[in-house]
C-alpha cells in the first residue's frame, strides 16, 4: 500500500520562504514521476513542479520557474519529495499537494493519471 504523508506549510511573509515535504512509503514501482499541485480558491487544482523519479528531470510551471525548486531523497524504503519555495507572492496562496505516479515523467507538466496524493497543505502569503 502507498502513503503519501505531507507536512510543512502555513502563513508566511510576502518575500519569505517556505519548505513543503512529503514522505512516500510502499512505492515499489521501477519508474515513477512525483509532482507538486497547488489548488487557488475558484481555481482548479494545477501541476507547478514536477521530477522523475529516475533521471531526475525537472519541469516547473511558468508560474514558479525560478522561485520554486523541487527535490526528491530516499533513505529507509521510503521517498521524501520536497518543494522549496523563495520570493513568495501572494499569488502562491493556495493548498499545496503532492502527488505520485509509476511509469517516467512527460516532458512537461501533465496532470492526470496521479494516484497517490498527500492530504493537502494551506499556503498563505501575506503582507
Known amino acids: 500500500v502507498v502513503r503519501v504523508a505531507q507536512s510543512g506549510g502555513g502563513s508566511v511573509q510576502l518575500g519569505g520562504s517556505m519548505r513543503l515535504s512529503c514522505a512516500v512509503s510502499?512505492?515499489?514501482?521501477?519508474?515513477?514521476?512525483m509532482a507538486w499541485f497547488r489548488q487557488a480558491p475558484g481555481d482548479q487544482r494545477e501541476p507547478i513542479a514536477q521530477?522523475?523519479?529516475?533521471?531526475?528531470?525537472?519541469?516547473?510551471a511558468d508560474s514558479v520557474r525560478g522561485r520554486f525548486t523541487i527535490s526528491r531523497d530516499s533513505a529507509d524504503n521510503t521517498i521524501g519529495l520536497h518543494l522549496q519555495m523563495d520570493a513568495l507572492k501572494h499569488d502562491d496562496t493556495a493548498m499545496y499537494y503532492c502527488a505520485v505516479r509509476n511509469g517516467n515523467c512527460y516532458a512537461e507538466l501533465y496532470a492526470p493519471g496521479f494516484a497517490y496524493w498527500g492530504q493537502g497543505t494551506q499556503v498563505t502569503v501575506s503582507s
Open positions: 521530477i522523475d523519479w529516475r533521471s531526475s528531470f525537472r519541469v516547473y
Open positions: 510502499g512505492f515499489d514501482y521501477d519508474t515513477g514521476c
